[in-house]
């Protein structure tokens, strides 16, 4: 039986990249894809998840549009890495598959409350906008998740928008807090480990020479948004930070981590959105998260470059 998920994203190469490596395993069966404000405004996100399903011939894939904005914040985007577009490297052709007319909000408690208990698994590689808003609107849905496993936070590598807070956390600490803290079975993927998967040229050059369009339009994606990371990394390569989510769904093994307890900072400017992880366990708080680390990258690029020739 293919384990049921809902991804929650802001594409963002990364996580068309991370949608692509989805929709291609059989292992998984993707439910829907709800959108939110935050690499780029809602309307481009949702524009450019759909374009991503047709660019994998799953038109078929319902795309959902969601909250506009952070709970309570102003919205913060990142232009700066992924493009005007957000899917900066290649023109891809306008989407023809409809948005569905439903809030991305209610898709998420309606298909929690119709899904069986302990069914679902809930993906979010943006924001954490539409998770912790439907949590809000019905408290009910929260004991029916299965798992989130999300791209968020750091530890020992910092912050990527500011010194102590990566990009998804630092959207929406608030967002953020009331999923950290609502006791649901949490997976975090933070910058510790996706900073080791970065997208060298030999990775790149497999992705391009996959037969078909996706291998290529990926090559293109990583070429354009591993500038970024290049300059201000002195990397060889950018980090491919959203598949790290489904890939630990696929071959949970290719990680490493532990059971910690992580909080959010929600009041400090200085620090606010930082994933304040207590890797040492100096708190005594139980631990709410399994904060993931480190992982085989060879495999996981090699996992990834598998399944897309798939499509
Ligand atoms: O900090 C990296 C995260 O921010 C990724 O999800 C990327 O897509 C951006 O949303
Ligand atoms: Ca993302």
Excluded at 1 to 30: C, F, N, W, Y
Excluded at 260 to 280: C, K, R, Y
């Amino acid at each position: 039986m293919p384990r049921k998920i809902i991804i929650d994203t802001d594409p963002g190469q990364d996580d068309a990249v991370a949608i692509l490596l989805a929709l291609a395993s059989h292992e998984l069966e993707v439910l829907g894809l709800t959108c939110v404000a935050g690499n780029v405004p809602l309307d481009l996100t949702v524009r450019n998840a759909r374009i991503v399903c047709e660019l994998a011939g799953r038109p078929d894939v319902p795309v959902f549009a969601g909250c506009d904005r952070p709970l309570s914040r102003d919205l913060v985007t990142a232009e700066y890495v992924h493009g005007k577009t957000g899917l900066d490297g290649i023109t891809l052709p306008d989407p023809v598959m409809p948005v569905q007319d439903r809030h991305a909000v209610d898709f998420l408690i309606d298909t929690l409350r119709a899904e069986a208990p302990g069914s679902v698994t809930l993906v979010p590689i943006g924001p954490l906008t539409n998770i912790a808003t439907a949590m809000k609107r019905a408290p009910d849905i929260i004991d029916r998740i299965a798992e989130i496993v999300l791209m968020g936070g750091g530890c020992f590598e910092g912050g990527n928008v500011t010194p102590a807070a990566e990009f998804n956390i630092y959207v929406d600490p608030q967002a953020a807090d009331i999923v950290f803290r609502a006791g649901v079975r949490l997976t975090v993927m933070p910058l510790d480990v996706t900073h080791k998967a970065l997208t060298t040229r030999p990775r790149i050059e497999a992705f391009r020479a996959l037969p078909g369009r996706v291998g290529p339009a990926v090559a293109s994606w990583t070429d354009f948004f591993e500038r970024f990371d290049m300059e201000k990394y002195g990397s060889e390569g950018a980090p491919l930070h959203d598949p790290c989510t489904i890939a630990y769904l696929l071959q949970p093994d290719l990680f490493r981590g532990r059971h910690i307890h992580v909080a959010i900072e929600t009041t400090s400017e200085l620090t606010m959105g930082m994933t304040v992880a207590d890797w040492w366990g100096v708190t005594r708080r139980a631990p709410n998260t399994f904060f993931v680390g480190d992982l085989d990258a060879d495999a996981f690029y090699s996992l990834l470059t598998a399944r897309l020739a798939r499509l």
